[in-house]
C-alpha cells in the first residue's frame, strides 16, 4: 500500500501561483499512475490532471479542459513526490485538491475517472480571490 499526503494548498488572490506536493510513503510512485482530482462544495469530485507511465521512461501527462495551459503536472521518482504546478489561478479554481495513485496498469485512457484510484490523500485547500 501507499500513503499519500499532501500540501501546499492556500489562499491566493485570481492570477496567482500555487504548487501542490503529494508525498507517497509505503511503496515507490514507480508502481502507480498519479492523478490530482478537486472537489468544490457542493460539486462531484472532478478529475484536474494525471501522469501515467507509458511503459517506458517517459510519462504522460494529461490534462481537464479547465486547467490545460495553466497547470503542469510532474513527478520526482527520487523523492517519491507528485507536484501540481497552477498557474493564473481563477476563482473556480477554489477546492480541496487531492492527491491518488492507481496502478500503473491502470490505461491512460481511464486516468480521469476517480473511481479507478485506490489510494487517496487527504486533501489540501486551495482557495483563490477575485
Known amino acids: 500500500q501507499v500513503q499519500l499526503v499532501e500540501s501546499g494548498g492556500g489562499s491566493v488572490q485570481a492570477g496567482g501561483s500555487l504548487r501542490l506536493s503529494c508525498a507517497a510513503s509505503?511503496?515507490?510512485?514507480?508502481?502507480?499512475?498519479m492523478g490530482w482530482f478537486r472537489q468544490a462544495p457542493g460539486k462531484e469530485r472532478e478529475f484536474a490532471a494525471a501522469?501515467?507511465?507509458?511503459?517506458?521512461?517517459?510519462?504522460?501527462?494529461d490534462y481537464a479542459d479547465s486547467v490545460k495551459g495553466r497547470f503542469i503536472i510532474s513527478r520526482d521518482n527520487a523523492k517519491n513526490t507528485v507536484y501540481l504546478q497552477m498557474n493564473s489561478l481563477k476563482p473556480e479554481d477554489t477546492a480541496v485538491y487531492y492527491c491518488?495513485?492507481?496502478?500503473?496498469?491502470?490505461?491512460?485512457?481511464?486516468?480521469?475517472?476517480?473511481?479507478?484510484?485506490?489510494?487517496w490523500g487527504q486533501g489540501t485547500q486551495v482557495t483563490v480571490s477575485s
Open positions: 491518488a495513485a492507481a496502478d500503473r496498469s491502470l490505461p491512460r485512457v481511464l486516468t480521469s475517472t476517480p473511481d479507478r484510484y485506490n489510494y
Open positions: 501522469h501515467s507511465w507509458s511503459g517506458g521512461r517517459v510519462y504522460y501527462a
Open positions: 509505503g511503496r515507490t510512485i514507480t508502481s502507480y499512475n
